[in-house]
C-alpha cells in the first residue's frame, strides 16, 4: 500500500520534471539562478541619496503606512490604488528622471511589483527597486 | 388449505415476494452509491479544477483573463485565453523567496517545478491516474504552504503569497489560512474515502 503510494507519486513527481526542464531552458537568458533581482534594478540608500533631484521617490506601501510616515517628497502609488495613484504618479515624473520604489523591508514584494508594472504599463526604463525598503531608509537617514 | 399445504403444493408462490425487497433495497442502494459517486467525482473536479488554476497561474499571464472574468465578460476572455503569454518565473521564485526559507537557486528551481506538480496531480484527480499518489502528494504540499504561510505571519514577514498568481496578492492572512485548510481537508476526505475503497476491494 505504501510503496505504491510513493511509487504513484514518485511517477508524477518525475511527469512534472520535464515540462519544468523545459520551461527552465526556454528561460534560461530571462532569470538569473545567483541573485533575486537583476543587479541593474536594485539601489542602495546611499546610491539613492546621492541621485538627489534626479529621482522620484514611489512608495509602494498601502496608505495607512504612507500617511504615517514617508521618504519626504515620496509619492504614494501600490497595488490597492492602482488606477487612482498612477496618473497622480505620472503628472509628477518627468523624462529622464529615474524611479525609486520602496516598500516597507527586504522582505517585502510591493516594490518589486509595483517597479514591474511600472516598466511594464507605463512603459518606464529608469525605475529601480530600494534594497531594504523603508527599513533600510529610516536607519540612514532617522 | 393450510398454510404449509398452499406452500408445498405453489412451491415457488412466495420466492418472487421473498426476491422483490432485496432487488428493491439494491436498487436503492446503488441510486444512493452513485449519488456518492457523483459527490466526489464533483469534489475530485473542483480540486483539480483550483490546482490548475493555481498552476497555470504561474505559468501564464492570466491578469487580463481574470479581469475580464470580474467584470463578467466571459467573451473577451476567452479571447484572452487565446493570446495568452508566459508569466515571468522570476515573479513565483521572488514569492517563494519573500519566505526566507530557501536559497534563491532552489527557489528558481521550484518556481520552475512546483506550478507543473501542481498540474500534473490535478489531472491525476481528473482521470483517476495514479490518483492516490496525486492526492499525497497535494496533500503534502499544502501541509508544506501551510506551514510556510504560518511560519511567514509567526516571523513577521509582510509576504505577498503567489499560490493563486494575482489573484492572491491581496488575500490577509486568515483568508489564506482557512483556504489552505479547506483544501486540505477536502483533499484529505478524498485521500481516506480513495483509501478505504481500496481496502474493501482487496477484502472481498
Known sequence: MKFLLVRQAAIIAALALLPAAGEAIYFRDKISWRSSIAPGEMVTVDQAGGWGDTAIWVDARP????AS??????????EDRWNELLPQFLAGWSPGKKVIV??????????????HRLRKEAQLSDVFVLEGGWEAWVKKNR | MGEEEQMSQTPNLQRPMLNIQPLGGAATSNI????????????????????????????????????HLQQLQFAS?????????????AEFANGIDNFKLLPWPVSVALAFYLPWLEIFCALGLVFRFLYRGALTLLIMLMLVFTLAITAAKVRGLDITCGCFGHASQHWSFPSHLATNLAILVGLLVLFFKATSRSRLRTAL
Not at chain 2, 459527490?39 to 497555470?56: C, K, N, P, S, T
Not at chain 2, 476572455?77 to 518565473?89: H, I, Q, T
Open chain 1, 102 to 115: 520602496y516598500c516597507s523591508s527586504l522582505s517585502c514584494n510591493a516594490s518589486r511589483e509595483v517597479a
Open chain 1, 63 to 66: 496608505d495607512d503606512e504612507f
Open chain 2, 32 to 67: 444512493k452509491h452513485r449519488k456518492s459517486n457523483i459527490f466526489w467525482r464533483i469534489l475530485d473536479f473542483v480540486l483539480a479544477g483550483l490546482f490548475i488554476f493555481a498552476g497555470l497561474s504561474k505559468i501564464c499571464d492570466l491578469d487580463h483573463v481574470m479581469a
Open chain 2, 77 to 89: 476572455a476567452l479571447g484572452d485565453l487565446r493570446n495568452l503569454s508566459l508569466a515571468s518565473p
Open chain 1, 69 to 78: 510616515d514617508h521618504v519626504p517628497g515620496a509619492i504614494s502609488l501600490n
